[in-house]
Antibody, heavy 116, light 112 residues
Framework: QVQLEQAGAEMKRPGASVRLSCRSSGYIFTAYKIHWVRQAPGRGFEWMGGINPNSGSTGIAPRFKDRVTMTRDTSTSTVYLELRRLTVDDTAIYYC??????????WGQGTPVTVS | DIVMTQTPLSLSVTPGQPASISCKSSQSLLYTDGKTYLYWYLQKSGQSPQLLLYEISKRPSGVPDRFSGSGSGTDFTLHISRVEAEDVGFYFCMHSVQVPPTFGQGTKLEIK
Protein backbone atom coordinates (compact mmCIF):
# COMPACT_ATOMS: atom_id res chain seq x y z
CA GLN A 1 0.00 0.00 0.00
CA VAL A 2 1.04 3.61 -0.50
CA GLN A 3 3.09 4.93 2.40
CA LEU A 4 4.86 8.21 3.04
CA GLU A 5 7.25 8.00 5.95
CA GLN A 6 8.52 11.17 7.60
CA ALA A 7 11.33 11.64 10.08
CA GLY A 8 10.90 12.56 13.74
CA ALA A 9 10.41 15.88 15.45
CA GLU A 10 12.90 18.75 15.13
CA MET A 11 13.76 21.59 17.49
CA LYS A 12 15.61 24.60 16.10
CA ARG A 13 16.74 28.06 17.11
CA PRO A 14 15.54 31.16 15.24
CA GLY A 15 17.74 31.82 12.22
CA ALA A 16 18.65 28.17 11.76
CA SER A 17 17.65 25.85 8.90
CA VAL A 18 15.81 22.54 8.97
CA ARG A 19 15.80 19.70 6.44
CA LEU A 20 12.82 17.38 6.46
CA SER A 21 12.53 14.04 4.69
CA CYS A 22 9.67 12.04 3.19
CA ARG A 23 10.26 8.48 1.96
CA SER A 24 7.73 6.93 -0.39
CA SER A 25 6.85 3.27 -0.86
CA GLY A 26 4.11 1.15 -2.38
CA TYR A 27 3.98 2.91 -5.73
CA ILE A 28 6.21 4.16 -8.54
CA PHE A 29 8.04 7.09 -6.92
CA THR A 30 8.56 9.04 -10.13
CA ALA A 31 4.92 8.85 -11.20
CA TYR A 32 3.45 11.33 -8.69
CA LYS A 33 4.43 14.75 -7.39
CA ILE A 34 5.04 15.15 -3.69
CA HIS A 35 3.66 18.23 -1.96
CA TRP A 36 4.58 19.83 1.36
CA VAL A 37 1.82 21.27 3.54
CA ARG A 38 2.21 22.69 7.03
CA GLN A 39 -0.26 23.08 9.86
CA ALA A 40 0.63 25.77 12.35
CA PRO A 41 -1.16 26.04 15.72
CA GLY A 42 -4.32 28.04 15.21
CA ARG A 43 -3.45 28.89 11.59
CA GLY A 44 -4.86 26.07 9.50
CA PHE A 45 -3.15 24.39 6.57
CA GLU A 46 -0.70 26.09 4.23
CA TRP A 47 0.63 24.70 0.97
CA MET A 48 4.38 25.29 0.66
CA GLY A 49 5.17 23.71 -2.68
CA GLY A 50 5.64 20.52 -4.62
CA ILE A 51 8.28 18.57 -6.48
CA ASN A 52 8.12 16.33 -9.53
CA PRO A 53 10.31 13.36 -8.51
CA ASN A 54 10.85 12.41 -12.14
CA SER A 55 12.31 15.70 -13.37
CA GLY A 56 13.21 17.33 -10.06
CA SER A 57 11.30 20.46 -11.05
CA THR A 58 9.60 22.31 -8.25
CA GLY A 59 6.78 24.76 -7.71
CA ILE A 60 7.11 26.83 -4.54
CA ALA A 61 4.49 29.10 -3.00
CA PRO A 62 5.57 32.74 -3.55
CA ARG A 63 5.84 33.50 0.16
CA PHE A 64 8.38 30.72 0.61
CA LYS A 65 10.35 31.09 -2.62
CA ASP A 66 13.43 32.67 -1.02
CA ARG A 67 13.56 30.31 1.97
CA VAL A 68 12.57 26.87 0.62
CA THR A 69 14.40 24.26 -1.43
CA MET A 70 12.85 20.95 -2.42
CA THR A 71 14.98 18.07 -3.70
CA ARG A 72 14.63 14.36 -4.30
CA ASP A 73 16.75 11.20 -4.26
CA THR A 74 15.34 8.67 -6.67
CA SER A 75 17.65 5.93 -5.37
CA THR A 76 15.87 6.00 -2.01
CA SER A 77 12.45 7.33 -3.14
CA THR A 78 12.89 10.25 -0.77
CA VAL A 79 12.06 13.92 -1.12
CA TYR A 80 13.48 16.64 1.08
CA LEU A 81 12.29 20.06 2.19
CA GLU A 82 14.81 22.60 3.43
CA LEU A 83 13.47 25.69 5.18
CA ARG A 84 15.97 28.43 6.00
CA ARG A 85 16.05 31.46 8.31
CA LEU A 86 13.55 29.93 10.69
CA THR A 87 11.37 32.12 12.90
CA VAL A 88 8.97 31.22 15.70
CA ASP A 89 6.17 31.51 13.13
CA ASP A 90 7.57 28.44 11.36
CA THR A 91 6.60 26.28 14.33
CA ALA A 92 4.20 23.77 12.79
CA ILE A 93 3.60 20.18 11.78
CA TYR A 94 5.03 19.63 8.30
CA TYR A 95 3.33 17.02 6.14
CA CYS A 96 4.29 15.54 2.81
CA UNK A 97 1.45 14.29 0.64
CA UNK A 98 1.17 12.64 -2.75
CA UNK A 99 -0.15 14.46 -5.78
CA UNK A 100 -2.10 13.15 -8.74
CA UNK A 101 -5.77 13.31 -9.66
CA UNK A 102 -6.64 12.44 -6.06
CA UNK A 103 -4.60 15.41 -4.87
CA UNK A 104 -3.12 14.93 -1.39
CA UNK A 105 -4.76 11.51 -1.33
CA UNK A 106 -1.98 10.03 0.79
CA TRP A 107 -0.23 11.87 3.62
CA GLY A 108 2.81 11.23 5.74
CA GLN A 109 2.44 11.18 9.50
CA GLY A 110 3.87 14.68 9.80
CA THR A 111 7.07 16.06 11.34
CA PRO A 112 6.62 18.57 14.18
CA VAL A 113 9.07 21.43 13.98
CA THR A 114 9.50 23.72 16.98
CA VAL A 115 11.42 26.99 16.64
CA SER A 116 12.29 28.50 19.97
CA ASP B 1 -4.58 34.05 -3.37
CA ILE B 2 -8.06 32.53 -3.44
CA VAL B 3 -9.82 32.73 -0.09
CA MET B 4 -11.78 29.66 0.98
CA THR B 5 -14.51 30.31 3.56
CA GLN B 6 -16.22 27.47 5.37
CA THR B 7 -19.43 27.56 7.36
CA PRO B 8 -20.26 26.62 9.99
CA LEU B 9 -17.02 26.52 11.94
CA SER B 10 -18.49 23.88 14.19
CA LEU B 11 -21.55 21.66 14.30
CA SER B 12 -22.94 19.05 16.64
CA VAL B 13 -24.93 16.23 15.06
CA THR B 14 -26.99 13.35 16.42
CA PRO B 15 -25.85 9.99 15.04
CA GLY B 16 -27.94 8.93 12.08
CA GLN B 17 -28.83 12.51 11.18
CA PRO B 18 -27.54 14.33 8.10
CA ALA B 19 -24.96 17.11 8.11
CA SER B 20 -23.67 19.58 5.59
CA ILE B 21 -20.72 21.95 5.41
CA SER B 22 -20.41 24.87 3.03
CA CYS B 23 -17.23 26.06 1.31
CA LYS B 24 -17.19 29.27 -0.71
CA SER B 25 -14.26 30.45 -2.80
CA SER B 26 -13.39 34.04 -3.67
CA GLN B 27 -12.90 33.05 -7.33
CA SER B 28 -14.34 30.36 -9.57
CA LEU B 29 -12.65 26.98 -9.22
CA LEU B 30 -13.60 25.94 -12.75
CA TYR B 31 -10.42 25.44 -14.75
CA THR B 32 -9.96 25.82 -18.50
CA ASP B 33 -10.00 22.01 -18.89
CA GLY B 34 -13.60 21.92 -17.69
CA LYS B 35 -12.79 20.38 -14.32
CA THR B 36 -13.44 22.02 -10.96
CA TYR B 37 -10.56 21.52 -8.56
CA LEU B 38 -12.27 21.45 -5.19
CA TYR B 39 -11.36 18.88 -2.57
CA TRP B 40 -12.65 17.85 0.86
CA TYR B 41 -10.53 16.34 3.65
CA LEU B 42 -11.14 15.03 7.15
CA GLN B 43 -8.57 15.20 9.92
CA LYS B 44 -9.37 13.00 12.88
CA SER B 45 -7.81 13.72 16.24
CA GLY B 46 -4.09 12.97 16.27
CA GLN B 47 -4.07 11.80 12.65
CA SER B 48 -3.01 13.08 9.28
CA PRO B 49 -5.77 14.34 7.00
CA GLN B 50 -7.53 11.94 4.66
CA LEU B 51 -9.05 12.74 1.28
CA LEU B 52 -12.84 12.42 1.19
CA LEU B 53 -13.75 13.91 -2.18
CA TYR B 54 -11.91 15.30 -5.20
CA GLU B 55 -13.21 17.40 -8.09
CA ILE B 56 -16.27 18.33 -6.02
CA SER B 57 -17.90 14.92 -5.76
CA LYS B 58 -15.59 12.05 -6.72
CA ARG B 59 -14.93 9.57 -3.91
CA PRO B 60 -11.57 7.80 -3.62
CA SER B 61 -11.65 4.08 -3.02
CA GLY B 62 -12.58 3.27 0.57
CA VAL B 63 -14.53 6.45 1.34
CA PRO B 64 -18.07 5.56 2.48
CA ASP B 65 -20.88 6.56 0.14
CA ARG B 66 -22.57 8.55 2.93
CA PHE B 67 -20.10 11.30 1.96
CA SER B 68 -21.06 13.28 -1.13
CA GLY B 69 -20.31 16.66 -2.62
CA SER B 70 -22.15 19.21 -4.69
CA GLY B 71 -21.77 22.70 -6.07
CA SER B 72 -20.13 24.61 -8.85
CA GLY B 73 -18.17 27.77 -9.54
CA THR B 74 -17.61 29.30 -6.12
CA ASP B 75 -20.14 27.53 -3.89
CA PHE B 76 -19.69 23.97 -2.68
CA THR B 77 -21.18 21.69 -0.07
CA LEU B 78 -20.05 18.50 1.65
CA HIS B 79 -22.98 16.27 2.62
CA ILE B 80 -22.97 13.45 5.14
CA SER B 81 -26.19 11.50 4.73
CA ARG B 82 -26.15 9.77 8.12
CA VAL B 83 -23.47 10.86 10.58
CA GLU B 84 -21.65 8.11 12.46
CA ALA B 85 -19.49 8.38 15.58
CA GLU B 86 -16.34 7.79 13.50
CA ASP B 87 -17.03 10.94 11.46
CA VAL B 88 -15.90 13.19 14.31
CA GLY B 89 -13.05 15.54 13.37
CA PHE B 90 -12.12 18.60 11.37
CA TYR B 91 -13.37 18.91 7.81
CA PHE B 92 -11.71 21.28 5.42
CA CYS B 93 -11.92 22.19 1.76
CA MET B 94 -9.06 23.05 -0.58
CA HIS B 95 -8.71 24.25 -4.17
CA SER B 96 -5.91 23.65 -6.66
CA VAL B 97 -7.11 25.75 -9.58
CA GLN B 98 -4.11 28.07 -9.27
CA VAL B 99 -0.89 28.40 -7.30
CA PRO B 100 -0.92 28.44 -4.36
CA PRO B 101 -3.63 25.97 -3.41
CA THR B 102 -5.40 27.31 -0.33
CA PHE B 103 -7.49 25.75 2.38
CA GLY B 104 -10.66 26.57 4.23
CA GLN B 105 -10.27 27.27 7.95
CA GLY B 106 -11.94 24.01 8.89
CA THR B 107 -15.22 22.84 10.44
CA LYS B 108 -15.26 20.86 13.65
CA LEU B 109 -17.88 18.11 13.69
CA GLU B 110 -18.94 16.70 17.04
CA ILE B 111 -21.43 14.04 18.00
CA LYS B 112 -24.34 14.95 20.28
Amino acid sequence: QVQLEQAGAEMKRPGASVRLSCRSSGYIFTAYKIHWVRQAPGRGFEWMGGINPNSGSTGIAPRFKDRVTMTRDTSTSTVYLELRRLTVDDTAIYYCARGGEELLGHWGQGTPVTVS
Amino acid sequence: DIVMTQTPLSLSVTPGQPASISCKSSQSLLYTDGKTYLYWYLQKSGQSPQLLLYEISKRPSGVPDRFSGSGSGTDFTLHISRVEAEDVGFYFCMHSVQVPPTFGQGTKLEIK
